[in-house]
């Protein structure tokens, strides 16, 4: 089983600025298969990005993902009010799928 | 609108069974696997089971082998998530999504429902 390790567990940052979150593997996840899924307080998940630079539909063009191998990150380059949220990644290189443990951006 | 409706909120006590649902519509519903994630209070995502509408083919994470049952009735679009006896420590949200990709197992999630709640309490 492939092991996704996420940090930081929280990032304080102000609107505006740029978030970097990161997502590690403990196996080299292939093909690039990785996702990234943002979920609000109350809400279901929803997909950002899928292997692993692609935007999902009607995702705005301030998220963006890169990577490969074992380490993925996913940019938010200038965090807007409705960004403040968890944010999981997720492999489907392999099964069984597996998520990481979240980040959750918060307003500093 | 491509949207999947999942069943209401359960209170159950240890050891009932039960049974909640996924709905889909706006899509060829047996053309896409389906797939239950777990959500256990103030925790992550974990990935259960995946079922494949058309012809009931499924796959189970190690984890949840033997501990749930997925099941498909492709003339109503509907998939389902069942326990036969259940324990406290199955209380968490249960989300279906939909499941996108050409080959198994490399599946990601475009489309989730809302969730349903269970809590299983004496």
């Known amino acids: 089983e492939i092991v996704l390790t996420q940090s930081p567990g929280t990032l304080s940052l102000s609107p505006g600025e740029r978030a970097t979150l990161s997502c590690r593997a403990s196996q080299t996840v292939s093909s690039s298969y990785l996702a990234w899924y943002q979920q609000k307080p109350g809400q279901a998940p929803r997909l950002l990005i899928y292997g692993p630079s692609s935007r999902a539909t009607d995702i705005p063009d301030r998220f963006s993902g890169s990577g490969s191998g074992t380490d993925f990150t996913l940019t938010i380059s200038r965090l807007e009010p409705e960004d403040f949220a968890v944010y999981y990644c997720?492999?489907?290189?392999?099964?069984?799928?597996?998520f990481g443990g979240g980040t959750r951006v918060e307003i500093k | 609108e491509v949207q999947l409706v999942q069943s209401g909120a359960e209170v159950k006590k240890p050891g009932e069974s039960l049974k909640i649902s996924c709905k889909g519509s706006g899509y060829s519903f047996t053309s896409y696997w389906i797939g239950w994630v777990r959500q256990m209070p103030g925790k992550g995502l974990e990935w259960m089971v995946i079922i494949h509408p058309g012809d009931s083919d499924t796959i189970y994470s190690p984890s949840f082998q033997g501990q749930v049952t997925i099941s498909a009735d492709k003339s109503i679009s509907t998939a389902y998530l069942q326990w036969s006896s259940l324990k406290a420590s199955d209380t968490a949200m249960y989300y279906c999504a939909r499941a996108y990709g050409d080959y198994i197992p490399h599946w990601y999630f475009d489309i989730w429902g809302r969730g349903t709640l269970v809590t299983v309490s004496s």
């Open positions: 997720q492999q489907y290189g392999s099964s069984p799928l597996t």
